[in-house]
């Protein structure tokens, strides 16, 4: 492979082609299958349904994914350091209660902007507690997270004894429901933001290629003096806050907070991440493959929908969905 | 002395291996290796890293094929197709790494994989008490009921040894057996050999040691480059005439011409001691331009050594010193600051990312050159790469994928990304390990280019051609402990392996 494409450039002007290859196949990297699973679906679903491509579908999916796509975002870093994290959808609901209890005017009543504030911390704070047992304590990811998943999930519960919080500002709840420019609500704005914000750190800062290198291996980021235990703690607390944000933004989509929400929510985030391209065993993966993968199942759940098929029905499709991504992609790389 | 076993053939029921060859791809690492073991003999087999000893063991225990040859066991063709069918006939081999499940019993791991039953149940009761009928055979009284993880390593060993014995073993093959015991063990380890061996059994012995091989062994067998260079009748042969035997090739290799080192001390170790006793006490200083050899046996501390004073492994006690300032020894990070960057032994699980691209792998560690401000542009990455790449005539570009480069040229990103900074203290841990020899004389090029730039060179290799050809001067380490540093006018083989095996 390497010998063709050297001869090709030596007979084409070496320098630009190659670049403008280089910087073409870096965009796509990874996602190129993934990218093209997801068109084959949308044209499917244009084919076999009349409602599939609207521009009022189209947005229907954006507003369903947020949730999934704003945790995703911190599940896709966890991932490319090589880690996992189980608790994030046990975080979502404790942060989401934790919001509830402090704003909520049949509790604490202190405002929103204290019960969000208090929300994002109590979430990073449970990343990094589960960033310290990997770090410190030396637990593999999977038994940290999982300990901290029952752990969340538990406190989730305490706060109200098991009961659901309802009832939120309209201006809370029209977060997720009034849309700007005609097409934008501020929840679908945000997780957009939050993609490109940190689709840019892991492509062009410092810090973000460090995380490559650590998921790659984290003996020779060490070697190179890459502080991997305290990069280590950020992923986690980072992975934690936007499992809380994404619990707030459930909450405004919801008018309400309950101690069960979120439930398996992990398993469709790590979907989502491992769809888009990236490698359980870390080192490989981007934000912009996450967003394909996490496209995916938002339009492949909204297209069964439209279908009519029965949601039992949807849960095989996913799985295989889930196995196909990843056989694929491990041909893919047998074949390289 | 004979060199044709053919002359030397009574017949017995011992071991004949006649003509064995065996290539990896192009690289033959066994060639026409015949020698015989008899009944109630031990033979020792001696040799540098890479002559071929665990090779030809190998095949022997079933773990290798040949490609040519045969060999005769008990007066019968013997070729075992697995490790399964070498302990079926009687042949077993201790491995330098024990092979033992540490979470199950002694007994149940001297009977693993044929577990005694008894009515369709696991028979413990049968099990524990022939397991400890044979560790009594070894003079051991260790419970068979003990989870192996709480035994010490001479103990696991023994275990490993009762094992071979209650699977009727006639032939022992062990790869270092000494290599993680101490005296008093070793002596117990002989005197069990000696007992068995009385019993009729013989032995394969390989090791470094040659003051043990004298005492243990009843014949010698000499191997270099794939090839027996040497059988001796008896085993109080002189350890020198041994010794150049084993690595008295002549060098063929090209090594750079040196440049003399200046008077600056760049890097001053004292009493640097591991919190595991993999090195105690180790004291010595480099000068700029200087290249010092690191040299010693498999397990004598050198890498651990050179780990800590890169940061990448803690100590126990005493100092190092860059250029006069101490070094606060908490990690690599604070080391490379100081100007120490290390080149490790374990090229693609400690020095490359094999997932990523010559460049990525180049910026990795030079953040804060490529992306001052914290921001890494691409075009940024590929200046910086095709500088590291053309200053070491890497045959790459930066975006191509480092797994695709040859050993040699990977080596050589590892140099090309801290050449940069630039560092004080160069450090590198087996530089030429798994390099076509061809592609070693590069290599070599470039440290001695480091040295003349005026940076203090640290090189261990257990390749000894390696450690006197590129040294001003040579460290030599055994079990832990600093035995001299050689001037490069007084080392040579045989006064380092001298020192390595004392």
């Given at each position: 492979?390497?010998?063709?494409?050297?001869?090709?450039?030596?007979?084409?002007?070496?320098?630009?082609?190659?670049?403008?290859?280089?910087?073409?196949?870096?965009?796509?990297?990874?996602?190129?299958?993934?990218?093209?699973?997801?068109?084959?679906?949308?044209?499917?679903?244009?084919?076999?349904?009349?409602?599939?491509?609207?521009?009022?579908?189209?947005?229907?999916?954006?507003?369903?994914?947020?949730?999934?796509?704003?945790?995703?975002?911190?599940?896709?870093?966890?991932?490319?350091?090589?880690?996992?994290?189980?608790?994030?959808?046990?975080?979502?609901?404790?942060?989401?209660?934790?919001?509830?209890?402090?704003?909520?005017?049949?509790?604490?009543?202190?405002?929103?902007?204290?019960?969000?504030?208090?929300?994002?911390?109590?979430?990073?704070?449970?990343?990094?507690?589960?960033?310290?047992?990997?770090?410190?304590?030396?637990?593999?990811?999977?038994?940290?997270?999982?300990?901290?998943?029952?752990?969340?999930?538990?406190?989730?519960?305490?706060?109200?004894?098991?009961?659901?919080?309802?009832?939120?500002?309209?201006?809370?709840?029209?977060?997720?429901?009034?849309?700007?420019?005609?097409?934008?609500s501020v929840t679908v704005g945000l997780m957009i933001v939050l993609a490109i914000i940190f689709a840019t750190f892991l492509n062009y800062r410092a810090t973000g290629r460090s995380l490559y290198?650590?998921?790659?291996?984290?003996?020779?980021?060490?070697?190179?003096?890459?502080?991997?235990?305290?990069?280590?703690?950020?992923?986690?607390?980072?992975?934690?806050?936007?499992?809380?944000?994404?619990?707030?933004?459930?909450?405004?989509?919801?008018?309400?907070?309950?101690?069960?929400?979120?439930?398996?929510?992990?398993?469709?985030?790590?979907?989502?991440?491992?769809?888009?391209?990236?490698?359980?065993?870390?080192?490989?993966?981007?934000?912009?493959?996450?967003?394909?993968?996490?496209?995916?199942?938002?339009?492949?759940?909204?297209?069964?929908?439209?279908?009519?098929v029965s949601p039992f029905i949807q849960q095989v499709v996913i799985g295989v969905v889930i196995a196909l991504a990843v056989a694929t992609d491990t041909w893919r790389r047998r074949a390289q | 002395m004979s060199l044709d076993p053919s002359h030397t053939h009574t017949p017995h029921l011992g071991l004949f291996v006649s003509g064995l060859c065996k290539s990896y791809g192009p690289v033959q690492v066994l060639a026409d290796a015949s020698f015989e073991v008899r009944p109630g003999e031990v033979v020792a087999l001696l040799?540098?890293?890479?002559?071929?000893?665990?090779?030809?063991?190998?095949?022997?225990?079933?773990?290798?094929?040949?490609?040519?040859?045969?060999?005769?066991?008990?007066?019968?063709?013997?070729?075992?197709?697995?490790?399964?069918?070498?302990?079926?006939?009687?042949?077993?081999?201790?491995?330098?790494?024990?092979?033992?499940?540490?979470?199950?019993?002694?007994?149940?791991?001297?009977?693993?994989?044929?577990?005694?039953?008894?009515?369709?149940?696991?028979?413990?009761?049968?099990?524990?008490?022939?397991?400890?009928?044979?560790?009594?055979?070894?003079?051991?009284?260790?419970?068979?009921?003990?989870?192996?993880?709480?035994?010490?390593?001479?103990?696991?060993?023994?275990?490993?040894?009762?094992?071979?014995?209650?699977?009727?073993?006639?032939?022992?093959?062990?790869?270092?057996?000494?290599?993680?015991?101490?005296?008093?063990?070793?002596?117990?380890?002989?005197?069990?050999?000696?007992?068995?061996?009385?019993?009729?059994?013989?032995?394969?012995?390989?090791?470094?040691?040659?003051?043990?091989?004298?005492?243990?062994?009843?014949?010698?067998?000499?191997?270099?480059?794939?090839?027996?260079?040497?059988?001796?009748?008896?085993?109080?042969?002189?350890?020198?005439?041994?010794?150049?035997?084993?690595?008295?090739r002549s060098v063929e290799r090209m090594f750079p011409p040196l440049s003399e080192p200046g008077s600056e001390t760049l890097l001053e170790v004292e009493n640097l001691s591991s919190p595991e006793r993999s090195f105690q006490n180790v004291s010595f200083s480099v000068r700029t331009g200087e290249i010092l050899g690191i040299a010693g046996l498999i397990g004598a501390g050198r890498t651990e050594l050179v780990r800590a004073i890169a940061g990448a492994d803690p100590i126990s006690s005493g100092s190092v010193r860059v250029a006069g300032k101490p070094v606060h020894l908490n990690g690599p990070a604070a080391a490379i600051k100081a100007g120490v960057v290390l080149v490790p032994e374990d090229r693609k699980a400690q020095g490359v990312v094999l997932d990523q691209t010559i460049g990525e792998n180049l910026a990795i560690g030079n953040f804060d050159h490529v992306a001052p401000n914290g921001w890494v542009f691409p075009k940024a990455v590929q200046k910086f790469a095709e500088a590291g790449i053309g200053r070491l005539g890497v045959k790459g570009r930066p975006n191509q994928a480092i797994s695709k480069l040859s050993g040699g040229n990977q080596q050589k990103v590892i140099i090309a990304k801290w050449i940069s900074r630039p560092p004080k203290v160069f450090i590198l841990d087996e530089p030429t390990r798994g390099i076509d020899v061809g592609a070693r004389a590069a290599i070599y090029d470039v440290i001695a280019d480091l040295a003349r730039s005026g940076m203090a060179v640290v090189v261990v290799s257990s390749d000894l051609e390696e450690v006197l050809g590129l040294s001003h001067r040579v460290l030599v380490l055994s079990r832990g402990r600093q035995r001299g540093i050689l001037d490069r006018s007084e080392a040579s083989n045989v006064a380092v392996m001298e020192l390595a095996t004392s």
């Open positions: 492979m390497a010998v063709s494409n050297g001869a090709s450039e030596l007979k084409a002007g070496p320098n630009t082609q190659a670049a403008a290859g280089a910087k073409l196949s870096a965009l796509f990297a990874g996602t190129m299958g993934p990218l093209i699973g997801l068109m084959l679906l949308c044209l499917a679903l244009s084919l076999t349904t009349d409602t599939f491509l609207t521009v009022r579908n189209i947005l229907n999916v954006l507003d369903q994914v947020t949730v999934l796509g704003i945790m995703a975002i911190g599940m896709t870093l966890v991932i490319l350091i090589g880690g996992i994290d189980l608790s994030v959808g046990s975080v979502l609901a404790l942060a989401a209660m934790v919001m509830g209890f402090v704003a909520h005017p049949d509790h604490l009543d202190l405002g929103m902007p204290a019960g969000i504030v208090t929300a994002l911390v109590v979430a990073g704070l449970c990343g990094l507690v589960s960033g310290l047992l990997v770090t410190v304590t030396k637990l593999p990811p999977f038994i940290a997270t999982l300990a901290m998943m029952s752990v969340a999930r538990g406190l989730a519960n305490m706060i109200t004894d098991g009961s659901q919080i309802i009832g939120f500002p309209d201006w809370f709840t029209s977060l997720s429901i009034i849309r700007h420019f005609g097409f934008l290198a650590i998921g790659g291996s984290a003996e020779v980021a060490r070697l190179s003096g890459i502080p991997v235990k305290s990069l280590t703690n950020w992923v986690y607390a980072i992975c934690g806050v936007l499992a809380g944000l994404a619990g707030i933004v459930l909450a405004a989509r919801l008018d309400s907070v309950q101690p069960s929400s979120g439930f398996g929510y992990e398993l469709d985030t790590i979907a989502a991440v491992v769809i888009g391209g990236a490698s359980l065993s870390g080192g490989v993966g981007s934000i912009g493959g996450t967003a394909i993968g996490v496209l995916i199942i938002g339009v492949l759940r909204n297209g069964l929908n439209l279908l009519g | 040799g540098e890293n890479g002559a071929g000893k665990s090779t030809v063991s190998n095949i022997i225990a079933g773990s290798t094929k040949s490609d040519a040859g045969s060999i005769t066991w008990r007066g019968k063709p013997y070729s075992p197709a697995s490790p399964a069918a070498a302990i079926d006939a009687g042949v077993g081999m201790i491995h330098q790494e024990l092979k033992l499940l540490p979470d199950l019993s002694v007994a149940e791991n001297v009977y693993v994989g044929r577990l005694l039953m008894r009515g369709g149940r696991i028979d413990r009761a049968a099990m524990n008490s022939r397991a400890s009928a044979q560790l009594k055979r070894l003079g051991l009284d260790v419970s068979p009921e003990r989870k192996v993880r709480t035994l010490r390593i001479a103990a696991q060993q023994q275990v490993e040894i009762a094992k071979a014995l209650t699977l009727n073993a006639e032939l022992l093959i062990f790869d270092e057996p000494t290599a993680a015991l101490g005296s008093e063990e070793t002596e117990l380890l002989f005197k069990q050999i000696r007992k068995l061996k009385a019993e009729g059994m013989s032995f394969i012995y390989i090791s470094h040691r040659l003051d043990e091989v004298a005492a243990i062994a009843d014949r010698v067998v000499v191997m270099r480059d794939g090839r027996i260079v040497a059988r001796h009748e008896r085993a109080d042969v002189p350890v020198r005439a041994i010794v150049e035997q084993m690595v008295g």
